[in-house]
């Protein structure tokens, strides 16, 4: 059965351009703009209110957010009556002035409401956390290159590494160019991105390998092309099942959700197009070819039946 | 013919009902609940026990249930106000005598909880946790800080031979000096000591003297750095307490918060997070009589007069030889049957000891037990927590040989001795804390948004599981089999760590239940290649998943050493989303590889199929 093959990397100058586009708007937009880091990473005002009788949660966050605090969390605080409030902090205003507009606020009802105390409180995550968080994945980009060299080869390590950051910097640039909240959940995200972009990748290269060593006369370009449409029916249905739960997430999975679903959407998406595109790119422009993967041992790859 | 070896597919049962069961406890809910440890760890009697609930009867709290376990006592609550209030009578009745914490209890039947399953326990975000709020003694800081300057300037001018008197009024340090020659030397060695200080020249008897001030940037400064520390080392106690994804943060000018989620031994959290404790290394005035010192309530010049365990009384020299702040390292240990403590010395501790031990072989020395603790009392029917400092020489040993960094000390509990060794481990705090409030707290996300954040990933996996039937017809099937055997493991594993699991955690799951998926795709879709090559159908089943597992394996393992360095070096949400991503490729490995291929095996492995249906 003859299956037409669509020639992908005829298209890859196009691909290079919107990535370069892509790539230099994001890091412009993380430069000028920066991200817009959510109550986690800013810290806040903490406010606490006592009620004359139990209230309805969902209610004083429906009131707060009407009032101007759409990013308000609500919390209930060792007793049913007493809540915990905690606010973003806003320019020329103090936690008393902020203490005394949610009591307003709250006063909506006749369940009498009563300030007991507003303070400013330090991030939840510290500097420590970008230090250490970032040398962390500096340190698993580098164990992760470690592994593509000892199993693959040198130009496919870097293939891969190219198509992360370049998930990861694309990710980021559109939470920073639309300003949406940068949260400790949408951290996740992004580093669930990381893992779901390599993913992708090693699933292309590991095809790529084992068309190199299979069909030895055929041009660099055309055993990259097969692979990538051999593979393509996996990549669509997997990315597309991906898709189908985040995109349930995004719509119907509330407030909380919504950042944290929007990033992986435009993480899988921007990952699946970086797996065909960038990740071979990248090895076809390091000029792999046929030697390159000849050099390791004989390969035990079918040994390892399950 | 496709089949497996009997031990395999044996294999494969018994890690899915091993997997069922450790899962089992997270469909009971919990109850808000007051547990109660003995301060000395020894276990609660049926009499006193029975004291316990006779007194909440009487003073009509509407506890749910009471019940001795292990070595404690834990008290259920239908309400959370009703637990608040319990904790605070139960403080007061139990005084000093025993720890008594807030935390919630698994609902888990006895027949299974018998076994210590627990149910995985969910994060500050999803089901709230305890909180509690300390007020850092900011004032103590400045004088702790103001002592050492004092010590300083004195040892400076003692060197240089200078008659002084040198005495601290409020935050200003006053030095009287008896010759008017010394006035500007005195000067130059304290701006010499800290160019920043205030120093002021003020009139004297004999001669002028100084006063020297901290500016009001050091002493902001001081505070500053004083909070910062204490958060630091407040993180650090909840890390070695095993808690995962805490949360510590400053609250208004000198207040810390630190809110926990599930706790192991919420009694031993209580004590360790307020917790002043340290020790101090010092030798014993032995030419002196204690007790006439304590007959006379006054200690003879360079000795200091304490009390041992047993309330005897014991003269120290002044002179400290090694302080808490000089411990790098501590670990509970046994010592000849004794409960122990293991300590290891900074470079400037080792020296002391070891220029210490040198020169008094064969002389007692003590190691002081110092912390600062707090106590509830009922005063005119409100509770009144008040912080009271306590000093107790645990042991007293003769020195029969030089030693330097590295030592053990006895004369705890077994329960002091692992309390310490974490307080010690996990350094000192720069100023004393006090406990000013503890409360339960609701979850962080509002119980609309959680409900529809778990209806979503419910919806979102039926879509998935819907498509895999859809398209891939049997096997399919098979694969979703795996699908939820694979979530089930990650429940039981989460549950056997107890680690938390929040939103970025469920991100995690999510990842993974794509990357079973994926795994069953890629081998499925190798399977048709091989078909359509014209393979038969048997040929296909064996060469598919010969060929998609190098696939998967390397896909994985890829993924997997990102996640385990996330794991390593990662701290916080990063560390609890590199714990689902690990479990959950290692479950989704086995679930797609080796549970879908048992499956796959039994289906079709034992006849012989003309066409595949995939």
Redesign the interface.
Known sequence: ?I?KEFNFLSKRYVALAISVILLLTSLAALTFKGLNPGIDFT?GF?VEVSFQEPPV??EI?DELASGGFPEA????????K?I?I?IMPRENIDNKAIGKQIEEILNYSANAVELRGS????????D??TE??G???L??LM??MI??IF?FQWKFAIG?VVALIHDVIITMGVFSIFQITFD??V???I??V???S??DT??V???IR?NFRLRRKEQTLDIINTSIN?TI??TI??S???L??????Y???????EG?SLA?IIGVVIGTYSSIYVATTSVLFLDVSTTDLMLIKKEK??D??? | MNQYPLWKNMMVVVVIILGVWFALPNFYGEDPAVVIAKENGLAFSQLETSDIEEYLQEINSGYKSIRRQEKQILIRYD???EQ?SGSDSMRAYMGRSATVALTFAPRTPNWISRFGLKPMSLGL?LR?GV?FKFQVDLDAAIEQRLNQYIADINKALIDKRIRRNIKKQGNVISIELFDPEDLSRARSLIREIDPLLVIETVPGKTSPGLQVEMTQDQLKQRRDFAIQQN?LTMRNRVNELGVTEP?V????LD?I?VQLPGVQDPTQAERILGATATLEFRMVCENESAFAAEAKGRAPIGCELFVDRVGNPVLLKKKTIVSGDQLIDASQTFSEGRPAVSIRLDNKGSKSMLETTKRNLNKPMAVLFIQQRQETKERDGQFVTSSVLEKEVINIATIRGVFSSQFQITGVSVVEARDLSILLRAGALAAPIFKVEE????????????N??F???V???A??LL??VF?YKGFGLIANFGLLINLTLVMALLSLLQASLT???I??I??T???A??AN??IF?RIK?EI??GNSPQASITAG???A???I???????L???L??F???????K???IT?TLGIITSMFTA??AS?AIVNIVYGQRTINKLRI
């Open positions: 059965m299956v810290g903490s949660i969902s966050r969390i609500v919390q209930s605080f060792g007793s049913s007493d915990n905690r303070e400013f409180v330090s991030p939840q995550v510290g420590e956390l250490q968080g040398l962390a994945m340190f698993a164990m992760i592994y593509i199993r891969a400790l959940a951290l996740a995200a580093l669930a990381v893992g779901y390599l993913n090693i699933v290269f590991d095809r084992e051999q029916s996996r249905i997997t597309g099942t991906t189908l739960v985040l995109f349930t997430l719509i119907i999975g509330g407030k909380s959700l944290f992986l790859v079918d390892g039946m399950p | 309400q959370v106000e608040l975000d709230g909180h958060i949360i943060q400053r609250q208004g207040r918060v409360r339960t707290i609701g979850p962080s996300l509002g119980q609309d948004n959680i529809r954040g209806q979503a990933i919806i979102g996996l879509m998935v498509f895999m398209y939103l970025p955690g991100a995690g999510v990842l239940v794509g990357m998926v994926d795709v890629l879709e290649e359509r090559i998943y010969q060929k597992f190098g696939t394996a390397d896909a994985n393992i890829t993924t050493i990102a996640a360095v996330l390593t070096f990662g701290t916080g949400p990063i609890g989303f590199a991503l590889i080796i291929r």
